[in-house]
T-cell receptor, first 115, second 116 residues
Framework: AQSVTQPDIHITVSEGASLELRCNYSYGATPYLFWYVQSPGQGLQLLLKYFSGDTLVQGIKGFEAEFKRSQSSFNLRKPSVHWSDAAEYFCAVGAPGAGSYQLTFGKGTKLSVIP | GAGVSQSPSNKVTEKGKDVELRCDPISGHTALYWYRQSLGQGLEFLIYFQGNSAPDKSGLPSDRFSAERTGGSVSTLTIQRTQQEDSAVYLC??????????????FGEGSRLTVL
């Protein structure tokens, strides 16, 4: 069975500082990988996704993530955090292949931003 | 509407009562999902509908939970004889295409259920 671990429950950074949110997964092959963001009172929004190919993927709002097969990781990064980035971030995996539809989510990392 | 709409946004009920949660997906989206988000937990898959195919109910935690999707559009998640452990945010999502690699999931804002 696949699983996702987000080791950091809560991270606080200063506005303008860089950010890295960690995500490790357990799966027998390379899964589909996703990062979602949930702002207070909002639904989840897709930030970026990885299926195959280039291991560095760009997403919305200036976020990027790097897939590292050797470390079973898909960490999310942003070079300069804005106050509006304060939210909860979820990493998710899905089985690769046509017709795959179910996501397995991590428990999330809450990001606080100090002005 | 422009996005996935869920109602009610908040529901407080007494233990043992039945509740119904509604999801109105984005028009034209054939795939519809229900997930549950408990405090401090990630999202837990509950059920998946795709077109006229039989739904995947493998994530429903007990037979007190059921869901239907009428006319390929609106979906209702019903919890019978609610228990305190059912307290959670129930999220609905829809997608234009059934596969993770072909369609993006769009989530509603959720229905927060509190069972006293």
């Amino acid at each position: 069975a696949q699983s996702v671990t987000q080791p950091d429950i809560h991270i606080t950074v200063s506005e303008g500082a860089s950010l890295e949110l960690r995500c490790n997964y357990s799966y027998g092959a390379t899964p589909y990988l996703f990062w979602y963001v949930q702002s207070p009172g909002q639904g989840l929004q897709l930030l970026l996704k990885y299926f195959s190919g280039d291991t560095l993927v760009q997403g919305i709002k200036g976020f990027e993530a790097e897939f590292k097969r050797s470390q079973s990781s898909f960490n999310l990064r942003k070079p300069s955090v804005h106050w509006s980035d304060a939210a909860e971030y979820f990493c998710a995996v899905g089985a690769p292949g046509a017709g795959s539809y179910q996501l397995t989510f991590g428990k999330g990392t809450k990001l606080s931003v100090i002005p | 509407g422009a996005g996935v709409s869920q109602s009610p946004s908040n529901k407080v009920t007494e233990k043992g009562k039945d509740v119904e949660l509604r999801c109105d997906p984005i028009s034209g989206h054939t795939a519809l999902y229900w997930y549950r988000q408990s405090l401090g937990q990630g999202l837990e898959f509950l059920i998946y509908f795709q077109g006229n195919s039989a739904p995947d109910k493998s994530g429903l935690p007990s037979d007190r939970f059921s869901a239907e999707r009428t006319g390929g559009s609106v979906s209702t998640l019903t919890i019978q004889r609610t228990q305190q452990e059912d307290s959670a945010v129930y999220l609905c999502a829809s997608s234009f295409s059934p596969g993770l690699n072909t369609g993006e999931l769009f989530f509603g804002e959720g229905s927060r259920l509190t069972v006293l």
